[in-house]
């Protein structure tokens, strides 16, 4: 166990915030941390007739194109399934008429207290994409083949979030890649 002795916001975004200071360990040890603080994320899964739609999009965090599940930072008085089904309809252009939770997950907790909720969408019906002015979304549709394929591939779909919601739905479907 540890906690904080003294700490700070070094810097303040509409993403995140860096907080730093002095920590001390249960055994009495001094410690420096540092720890972005995030109001949590959502990813959602939608999925139809044997295929799922993901997106493919530049994150200049690491330099590269993304496939990954539709997904978006969860805004202040809203619940992770409604900012799911906000992103379903954003970056797909798809409404569902069931949204089940898959997991609930830190991400990097060495460093960000950024939890995000992963949502499978289902009973799918078409509206319009509305993608939000930065983004440049291309969305992609996979059979479950091509998605277990690509999970397989130690290169390929290496969005953590993304991972989690295909191999959660592999288990819901009594299908387990490999």
């Given at each position: 166990m540890e906690r904080w002795v003294k700490?700070?916001?070094?810097y303040e975004g509409p993403i995140v915030r860096?907080?730093?200071?002095?920590?001390?360990?249960?055994?009495?040890?001094?410690?420096k941390r540092e720890v972005v603080e995030h109001d949590g994320g959502v990813g959602i899964l939608?999925?139809?007739?044997?295929?799922?739609?993901?997106?493919?999009q530049y994150r200049i965090a690491i330099?590269?194109?993304?496939?990954?599940?539709?997904?978006g930072r969860l805004e202040a008085n809203e619940t992770p399934e409604e900012r799911a089904a906000v992103e379903l309809e954003e970056e797909i252009g798809r409404r569902a008429g069931r949204i089940t939770p898959l997991s609930t997950f830190y991400p990097s907790p060495g460093f960000t207290n950024q939890v995000d909720y992963v949502f499978l969408a289902t009973e799918l019906t078409e509206t319009e994409r509305r993608p939000e002015f930065d983004e440049r979304i291309e969305v992609v549709r996979l059979s479950l083949d091509e998605a277990e394929s690509m999970l397989l591939r130690p290169d390929a779909l290496v969005d953590g979030k993304t991972a989690v919601a295909l191999y959660a739905l592999f288990a819901r479907l009594g299908r387990i890649p490999g």
């Open positions: 700490s700070e916001v070094l860096l907080r730093a200071g002095d920590a001390v360990l249960d055994d009495g040890t001094a410690v939608p999925y139809e007739d044997g295929e799922v739609f993901l997106v493919r330099g590269s194109e993304l496939l990954e599940i539709p997904a």
